[in-house]
């Protein structure tokens, strides 16, 4: 079995989260740095520099969720559900279904807004207790799970 993508409107919940988040850093640190540097001689340079990180982060929040989309990939197959993820680092994680103990659907206003759910599992006797699949479908992500619980020997998920 081949790796298939995770849903597409994965990416725009990545970037809204990720820009809201430069946005709120961004104006804390204009709110904390703009009193101590008005009318100072730092002023015009602190503005610069706060104008350039303004662009890298969102630049960074714009093209950074596009490359963690491509890759990421999930596969289901007899033995259990592999993920792989990564850009710098890249992790193929698979976890047998016998060693899930329960697993869980979520979706937040945001993931809901465009289709998308995030499905954990969770297991026992290892350093990663918890695998997350962020990104499916919800339909996917209840199938999946369903398919993991169906099939499953009855002690599992």
Do not use: C, K, N
């Not at 790796?3 to 430069?22: I, K, M, S, Y």
């Not at 993920?83 to 279904?97: C, F």
């Amino acid at each position: 079995m081949r790796f298939e993508a995770v849903h597409p409107g994965t990416v725009a919940v990545w970037r809204v989260q990720t820009l809201v988040g430069v946005a709120v850093l961004l104006l804390g640190l204009a709110a904390v740095f703009a009193p101590l540097l008005a009318g100072g001689a730092l002023a015009l340079p602190a503005l610069g520099v706060w104008g350039l990180a303004l662009l890298v982060l969102a630049g960074l929040g714009w093209w950074g969720p596009e490359a963690w989309y491509r890759r990421l990939r999930y596969r289901l197959d007899e033995r259990g559900l592999s993920v792989e993820r990564g850009l710098l680092w890249r992790h193929r994680i698979t976890v047998p279904r016998v060693r899930i103990q329960h697993s869980d659907v979520s979706q937040g206003p945001l993931q809901r807004a465009f289709g998308v759910a995030t499905l954990r599992l969770y297991t026992a006797g290892s350093r990663f207790t918890v695998t997350t699949l962020p990104g499916l479908d919800h339909d996917t992500a209840l199938a999946l799970r369903e398919r993991l619980l169906r099939e499953g020997d009855g002690d599992a998920v």
